[in-house]
T-cell receptor, first 113, second 113 residues
Framework: DSGVTQTPKHLITATGQRVTLRCSPRSGDLSVYWYQQSLDQGLQFLIQYYNGEERAKGNILERFSAQQFPDLHSELNLSSLELGDSALYFC????????????FGPGTRLTVL | DQQVKQNSPSLSVQEGRISILNCDYTNSMFDYFLWYKKYPAEGPTFLISISSIKDKNEDGRFTVFLNKSAKHLSLHIVPSQPGDSAVYFCAASAEINTDKLIFGTGTRLQVFP
């Protein structure tokens, strides 16, 4: 158990819909990262927040957005969903936004039908 | 553009023998490398890391070697155990730029008795 929690575990929805994925980092971690893993692919970095502020952005689509709240939990919002958005979405956290070690949650499996 | 490559999608090794997982990278700005292990239905778990100022880092049965001139790193597991059966991801970062990790596509290791 990494200490990072993600909800829900599974999500099935239809094209065009909007969903919200939630992540609670480890206690004391200020930085939250979101990654997407599509079938047979590596993890693709989407976005990073540090203490409530956006720090780095990867190949995140404009239909996707994220935020980190004062209690440090984070939400990833995916809108106008397409079939290709079906993937595993992982959240990770670290202490000070360094890459020395990121602790990953169990992921949310999103299926878009 | 795959900056971190794991060219072997799978590897099968007998228990007790050495497992060698390979990773190549193209970006000379990468200065920190990590290996993660992933079991099904779980998030990746940090295994071992190495800074570009070193060429070897050892932690128990796990050793990572870095060859900067060849832009190549490898993970050695000795002796291999059935519990090591998992997908192994190589990841890299250029700390001077961002905290994001660039992941390879993973190698599935199977250790058989």
């Amino acid at each position: 158990d990494s200490g990072v929690t993600q909800t829900p575990k599974h999500l099935i929805t239809a094209t065009g819909q909007r969903v919200t994925l939630r992540c609670s980092p480890r206690s004391g971690d200020l930085s939250v990262y979101w990654y997407q893993q599509s079938l047979d692919q590596g993890l693709q970095f989407l976005i990073q927040y540090y203490n409530g502020e956006e720090r780095a952005k990867g190949n995140i689509l404009e239909r996707f957005s994220a935020q980190q709240f004062p209690d440090l939990h984070s939400e990833l919002n995916l809108s106008s969903l397409e079939l290709g958005d079906s993937a595993l979405y992982f959240c990770a956290s670290s202490v000070e936004g360094t890459t020395n070690e990121q602790f990953f949650g169990p992921g949310t499996r999103l299926t878009v039908l | 553009d795959q900056q971190v490559k794991q060219n072997s999608p799978s590897l099968s090794v007998q228990e007790g023998r050495i497992s060698i997982l390979n990773c190549d990278y193209t970006n000379s700005m990468f200065d920190y490398f990590l290996w993660y292990k992933k079991y099904p239905a779980e998030g990746p778990t940090f295994l071992i890391s190495i800074s570009s100022i070193k060429d070897k880092n050892e932690d128990g049965r796990f050793t990572v070697f870095l060859n900067k001139s060849a832009k190549h790193l490898s993970l050695h597991i000795v002796p291999s155990q059935p519990g090591d059966s998992a997908v192994y991801f190589c990841a890299a970062s250029a700390e001077i730029n961002t905290d994001k990790l660039i992941f390879g596509t993973g190698t599935r290791l199977q250790v058989f008795p």
